[in-house]
């Protein structure tokens, strides 16, 4: 089974409007990270956001919030008021915390938002 | 602060050539990643080093790929020989130990490998 899936390969939105993409993860470990990177087309991943399983209250950096929804198993990232280098690709991705010595992070497919006049 | 940095950036090889990609982490980050990013793909963790140990390399396909960090800073990674499904963006990412904000991991521009 996928442990990160973004099912949306393609968004759209127009400058200065709100956009949400969606993120759904499957984890048995009780405890676990959830993060967004953005990719812009030079390629280097540029964290945005991070949610712990633990962390009560959502996640917020500026623009960007993350919609966490435990029980839902959802982590959607909301950017708010899009602007024109917001154009890029967005990876969700996943630390499970209980998987031994390593912290390595689990990606999505990702999602290409491409903002629009 | 400098970032991760990553050379060569870009390289064209054919197949059955060896090739080899450099990293130096964040200053003070013990540990060090690779990730392999295949065109349309998320990234996949090819290693994972803890100071100069190996923590995960679990898939690291180790008939043709090596990777070190003698000194616990900076990192190498070897493809011999390569082949056509090598090719890929090849990123390179650290994070402190112990580990700050939610493990975050700081990335690399990438090496993007063509194997014709």
């Known amino acids: 089974a996928q442990k990160i899936t973004q099912t949306q390969p393609g968004m759209f939105v127009q400058e200065k409007e709100a956009v949400t993409l969606d993120c759904t993860y499957d984890?048995?470990?009780?405890?676990?990270?959830l993060f967004w990177y953005k990719q812009p087309s030079s390629g280097e991943m540029i964290f945005l956001i991070y949610q712990g399983s633990y962390d009560q209250q959502n996640a917020t950096e500026g623009r960007y919030s993350l919609n966490f929804q435990k029980a839902r198993k959802s982590a959607n990232l909301v950017i708010s008021a899009s602007q024109l280098g917001d154009s890029a690709m967005y990876f969700c991705a996943m630390r499970e915390d209980n998987t031994g010595t390593a912290s390595k992070l689990t990606f999505g497919t990702g999602t290409r938002l491409q903002v629009t006049l | 602060e400098a970032g991760v940095a990553q050379s060569p950036r870009y390289k064209i090889i054919e197949k059955r050539q060896s090739v080899a990609f450099w990293c130096n982490p964040i200053s003070g980050h013990a540990t060090l990643y690779w990730y392999q990013q295949i065109l349309g793909q998320g990234p996949k963790l090819l290693i994972q080093f803890q100071n100069n140990g190996v923590v995960d390399d679990s898939q690291l396909p180790k008939d043709r790929f090596s990777a070190e960090r003698l000194k616990g800073v900076d990192s190498t990674l070897k493809i011999q020989p390569a082949k056509l499904e090598d090719s890929a963006v090849y990123l390179c990412?650290?994070?402190?130990?112990?580990?700050?904000?939610?493990?975050?991991?700081?990335f690399g521009p990438g090496t993007r490998l063509l194997v014709l």
């Open positions: 990412a650290s994070s402190l130990n112990p580990p700050g904000k939610g493990k975050t991991q700081y």
């Open positions: 984890t048995s470990d009780p405890s676990y990270g």
